[in-house]
Structure formats: structure tokens, C-alpha cells
């Protein structure tokens, strides 16, 4: 490989870009929709923004700016710039954990590099933690969220195929249903995979699927989508087809269900920790349990009564 120029005083360096070691691009998410928009900018302003790694034996190790690599291939730009944070890739990882706040390193990203400096690098847990000023929490909830990935529903997400928020605050809580399992989520990823469809679709579609019939997950799996989403959209959506009472009720119980999601999703995050919080969501569970019995009762009497036709 050819020797690469002395970098300038700013640390900025203009290298090519066949030059590049994208090694590490699989730990960063797919954003189409971003990148585009970003394709767009890059095709007028040029790339403003240097791209970071580490230098290792005269190679460019690209830890950011991958978007822009890609952008600057399609563009048919040969050189880019580039900045390094010195020759060690486990020093380049950790500085990029602790830049995350500027580099806006999404769950999954933090995972997959967090899990790299564990099992590949041979750090523990605890010398994470001390490296990057975090907690031990912060790091084991990292760890065990890409474990529990299967290989299918780690490539569809990281790909950019299938939305991670949907994944992880509407797929995520279904694990704790008696009976699904990893094999199911593979199913409904797989079965919805580049479909394009909203979270708000995924998510009744998700209902459908795990908590349905089971004429409804075959429809899915059969690759019958647009019925499954008629079967969803069956029920009446016009605003005077009900009362106004029935109509609040019905969004009552919608954000119910959204807001039971948020908390299964949220519950476990290693932020909820502040003294303050602690106290008022003790007192505010300790109410929500003392009426579990009662809701759990009317909710069960709503749904027989509903159902007889």
C-alpha cells in the first residue's frame, strides 16, 4: 500500500479512499433515508466533515464517517479527508464510545463496539466501565442486548431493513409472552424485512401475529401482506362511526397500550437511577400495583364483552 501523506498541522488528513479499512462498517447502522439526504449535500458542498479512525502500520481503520465513505464511492470521489485518533484500535473504540454524545452512537452501534472491546478484545465488563466513566449496568445491558439478537434479526437491523425503534419497543417486550421465542421474531422480521411499513403498522401487525389467531401469522408468513393489513384495518377507523364517549374510550385504551410498551421497553435502561426518581416511581408502582387486580379484572370482562357478536 502505497505510504500516505504527513498530516496536516490540524491533524486532518487527504488520503484515498480505496485506502480505507472498513472493517467496522457492520457495527454501524444502515439510515437510507439519511444517507440519501446526505448524498445530496456531499454532491454540493463536498465532504466538510473528516472522517475518523485510527492509523495502524500506514492503514486507515474507518471508525466513523461511513456514510460518507459510501456517499463519496457513489460520487466517484477518490480522496477524503480523514482524521486519526492515533494507531490503537482499542483506544480508537473507546474514544469513539466516549464521543458518542457528538458521533450519536445509536443502542445497537454502542453494542456491537462494546461487545467488540469484551469478546474480541478481551476487556472486561468492569475495565469498560472505568474506561468510558460509565456504570457496570450500562455495559451488561449492552452486552446482553446484542446476545440476544439472533443472526437474522442482527443483520435486518443493522442492514437498515427493519426499523430498530419498532424492534425495541414493540418486538423486544413480545419475548416475555409465554410461548414466543427467538424463532418467532426471526419469522415476523423476516416475513417484513424491507417492507417499509411504519412503526404503527409493525405494531399491529406484531399484535396480530403473537397474540392473533392463528389464520392471521399464516397469512404473514405466506407473504399475504396487504391482507394482514386489511384484517387490521376491518375495524372501523371512521371518527362518526361511535359516540364521542366511545371514541375517547377507544384512544384511552390505544395509549394505554402504547404506554405499557414504553414501560416493559424502558424499565430495565441503567439512566433510572437518580434518588429522586427512585422515590416517585416506588410511590407510583406501589400505586399501579395496588390497582393491577381491579384493571387486569375490567379489562378481562371488556375483552369477553366486546367479543360476543
Known amino acids: 500500500m502505497q505510504n500516505l501523506p504527513e498530516p496536516v498541522p490540524s491533524g486532518v488528513t487527504d488520503l484515498e479512499r480505496a485506502a480505507l479499512d472498513l472493517r467496522y462498517e457492520g457495527y454501524r447502522l444502515r439510515q437510507p433515508r439519511r444517507e440519501a439526504a446526505l448524498l445530496a449535500a456531499i454532491a454540493r458542498e463536498g465532504i466538510r466533515e473528516p472522517l475518523v479512525g485510527v492509523l495502524r502500520d500506514t492503514t486507515p481503520i474507518l471508525l466513523d464517517g461511513f456514510q460518507r465513505a459510501r456517499c463519496a464511492r457513489t460520487l466517484h470521489l477518490h480522496r477524503v479527508p480523514f482524521a486519526s485518533w492515533g494507531t490503537d484500535e482499542v483506544s480508537g473504540i473507546l474514544q469513539l464510545l466516549r464521543a458518542e454524545r457528538q458521533h450519536t452512537l445509536k443502542l445497537l452501534e454502542q453494542a456491537r463496539f462494546v461487545d467488540e472491546l469484551h469478546a474480541q478484545r478481551g476487556l472486561s465488563a468492569a475495565d469498560i466501565a472505568?474506561?468510558?466513566?460509565?456504570?457496570?449496568?450500562?455495559?451488561?445491558?449492552?452486552?446482553?442486548?446484542?446476545r440476544e439478537l439472533s443472526p437474522l434479526v442482527r443483520e435486518a437491523l443493522f442492514a437498515g431493513a427493519f426499523p430498530v425503534y419498532a424492534y425495541l419497543y414493540t418486538l423486544r417486550p413480545f419475548r416475555r409472552l409465554k410461548g414466543v421465542g427467538a424463532a418467532d421474531l426471526d419469522q415476523f422480521v423476516g416475513a417484513l424485512r424491507a417492507q417499509r411499513l411504519s412503526v404503527r403498522q409493525?405494531?399491529?401487525?406484531?399484535?396480530?401475529?403473537?397474540?392473533?389467531?392463528?389464520?392471521?401469522?399464516?397469512?404473514?408468513?405466506?407473504?399475504?401482506?396487504?391482507?394482514?393489513?386489511?384484517?387490521?384495518?376491518?375495524?372501523?377507523?371512521?371518527?362518526?362511526?361511535?359516540?364521542?364517549?366511545?371514541?375517547?374510550?377507544?384512544?384511552?385504551?390505544?395509549?394505554?397500550?402504547?404506554?405499557?410498551?414504553?414501560?416493559?421497553?424502558?424499565?430495565?435502561?441503567?439512566?433510572?437511577?437518580?434518588?429522586?426518581?427512585?422515590?416517585?416511581a416506588n410511590l407510583l408502582t406501589a400505586t399501579l400495583l395496588h390497582q393491577t387486580a381491579a384493571f387486569l379484572r375490567t379489562l378481562r370482562q371488556l375483552h369477553d364483552r366486546t367479543g360476543q357478536t
Not at 472505568?130 to 446484542?146: D, K, Q
Not at 377507523?237 to 374510550?249: A, I, N, T
Open 202 to 280: 409493525i405494531e399491529g401487525l406484531a399484535h396480530g401475529f403473537f397474540r392473533g389467531p392463528p389464520s392471521f401469522r399464516q397469512e404473514l408468513l405466506a407473504g399475504h401482506l396487504t391482507l394482514a393489513l386489511r384484517h387490521l384495518e376491518a375495524a372501523p377507523q371512521d371518527p362518526d362511526s361511535g359516540s364521542d364517549f366511545e371514541r375517547v374510550f377507544l384512544h384511552d385504551l390505544e395509549q394505554t397500550q402504547k404506554a405499557m410498551l414504553r414501560v416493559i421497553g424502558k424499565s430495565e435502561d441503567p439512566q433510572l437511577q437518580s434518588a429522586a426518581f427512585r422515590a416517585q
Open 130 to 146: 472505568r474506561e468510558l466513566g460509565r456504570s457496570p449496568a450500562w455495559v451488561t445491558v449492552r452486552l446482553g442486548l446484542l
